[in-house]
């Protein structure tokens, strides 16, 4: 008889089906897995062996084979131990036949017996609920588990041990409950900084409409420190973006004890990250921070000190919102729809527009051109706000607190994305939540110009030589700008300023 389990491969954050097949048959004594497993996989034999042992079971001297269909699908990670265990002890008659009927199966096996947590159990969750089965996965992920759907059943057993004596009746499963991440101590707040009021309004527009933006100033100028301070003001997630989010970090295994937040993703990788580090890659296509900055923040600190093919690899991601990871064997689709926040120096010493300076290499216009040089112009072009961040004096730091901080910004923050929202939504466009995600076919349905605003921005186009992508950012950037401000129109004013951040440093912007 072969025994059927069900369970899951992944594709990126897709969970496909897999059907383990188990049969126990006379013959050569031998534990043979197959149906193109990786290395994890072939090493599950002696961890179901030696978890079997330790839980009071021995495998029969008789020729066990485990299929894991289809067999043309790559199968990668440890996963797979639990649901090879469990249709070993029903071939063996230590479970009821029909027991893990309705259930899809993962967890890794110590060799105690215990059942280790591993990645994926959200997305596995949503595809159970999705096909109508339960799931039986670590006690560790069941927290995380119960987040998918409060209909699908769920057992979350600590060993094997629990898990049979659940099915023989002796000791019942309760489900587990979903857990809440709380945040714990004081969370940064625009208050902190002191002066910098142009940053901090640039800073506003970005959050408001989910726009890209590059601080350039001096080393001590607070470009981190605005930068780390703006998830303050962004608004929670909403439930089908923490889906999103949640399982892009169940996948690669960042949700301890499957704790769940609503707090939008802030990742600040080091600039010495390589092309895979930030858009994904590695043996087994694994999710890159762009990735894990989905529907949150990715900022990159001392911009032109990253690689520049790092950087340009981001370019796909910023305008369609994914990242598709190719290889020879498979091709996986992330989503990264993220506000990109970068901070540099204006030249390699940092002091290049400081008056009074003499630089090492010449004339200060020099090492800021081939510092900048570093940084492409298509890649540029994708950045709507370019601010440069003037050094703090030390009368700044004298004053006393601003008395506007995170919580009152947030506030306008938050007014101006249900406009946005709103507005979108009525023109059938729900999956176009703020501005920054709004196409040129959108724009031109919600953005009007009178009369002054179009010969305002025709000149600009012309004086910046502005590409077609520049000219819509800067339509999108205006269009934050008269939400910020409850304006149904876009006017000149609200162009006048969004050009003022299209200023390129030392570089026209280039279409590519």
């Not at 389990?5 to 059907?19: K, L």
């Not at 309760?174 to 707040?189: C, I």
Request: with cysteine; net charge neutral.
């Amino acid at each position: 008889m072969v025994v059927r389990v069900a369970t899951v491969a992944f594709e990126g954050i897709e969970a496909r089906p897999v059907d383990v097949q188990v049969m126990i048959s006379n013959g050569t004594v031998v534990f043979n897995v197959v149906g193109l497993g990786d290395k994890a996989v072939a090493e599950s034999r002696e961890r179901v062996r030696s978890a079997l042992v330790a839980s009071g079971l021995s495998l029969p001297a008789k020729r066990i084979t485990v299929n894991l269909a289809p067999a043309d699908l790559p199968k990668e990670g440890s996963h797979y131990d639990l649901p090879i265990a469990l249709g070993v002890m029903a071939a063996m008659g230590a479970l009821p036949s029909d027991a893990l009927d309705g259930f899809m199966v993962l967890g890794e096996l110590a060799l105690d017996g215990a059942i280790s947590a591993v990645s994926g159990v959200l997305p596995a969750a949503v595809s159970a609920s999705a096909r109508g089965l339960g799931l039986i996965c670590p006690s560790e992920c069941g927290p995380e588990a119960a987040w998918a759907s409060e209909d699908i059943s769920i057992l979350a057993p600590r060993n094997l041990i629990q898990i049979a004596n659940h099915f023989h009746g002796t000791q019942v499963l309760s489900r587990p409950v979903p857990a809440v991440k709380s945040l714990t101590g004081p969370q940064p707040d625009l208050r902190d900084i002191k002066g910098q009021e142009s940053a901090k309004r640039a800073l506003e527009i970005a959050a408001a409409g989910g726009h890209n933006l590059l601080f350039n100033g001096p080393p001590g100028a607070g470009k981190s420190m605005l930068a780390a301070r703006l998830p303050s003001i962004l608004p929670p997630l909403t439930p089908s973006e923490l889906l999103e989010v949640s399982m892009i970090h169940s996948v690669a295994g960042n949700l301890a004890g499957g704790q769940l937040t609503d707090r939008r993703p802030f990742r600040a990788p080091h600039h010495s990250a390589s092309m895979a580090a930030l858009v994904g890659g590695g043996p087994h296509a694994r999710p890159g921070e762009a990735s894990l900055a989905h529907n949150g923040v990715l900022f990159l600190d001392e911009l032109p000190e990253f690689q520049g093919q790092a950087l340009d690899a981001l370019r796909q991601p910023l305008e369609s919102g994914e990242i598709a990871i190719s290889r020879a064997a498979r091709r996986c689709v992330y989503p990264a729809r993220f506000q990109l926040i970068a901070a540099m120096n204006p030249c390699r010493c940092g002091l290049a527009n400081e008056p009074g300076h003499r630089c090492q290499k010449g004339s200060p216009q020099r090492c800021s051109q081939l510092y900048q040089a570093r940084l492409s112009g298509p890649f540029l072009d994708r950045i709507d706000l370019h601010l440069e961040v003037p050094a703090i004096s030390a009368s700044d730091l004298i004053l006393p607190a601003a008395s506007e901080g995170s919580d009152e910004i947030a506030a306008r923050v938050a007014a101006a994305r249900e406009l946005q929202r709103a507005r979108y939504k009525r023109l059938g466009f729900e999956n176009v939540t703020c501005n920054a995600m709004a196409t040129a076919a959108i724009l031109e349905q919600t953005v009007r110009l009178d009369d002054a605003g179009s010969k305002l921005i025709r000149d600009a186009a012309d004086r910046l030589r502005l590409s077609a992508r520049g000219f819509h950012r800067v339509l999108k950037l205006a269009r934050t700008i008269a939400d910020l401000q409850g304006s149904a129109e876009v006017l000149r004013p609200h162009l006048g300023e969004a050009l003022s951040y299209r200023l390129f440093v030392d570089r026209p912007s280039a279409a590519a």
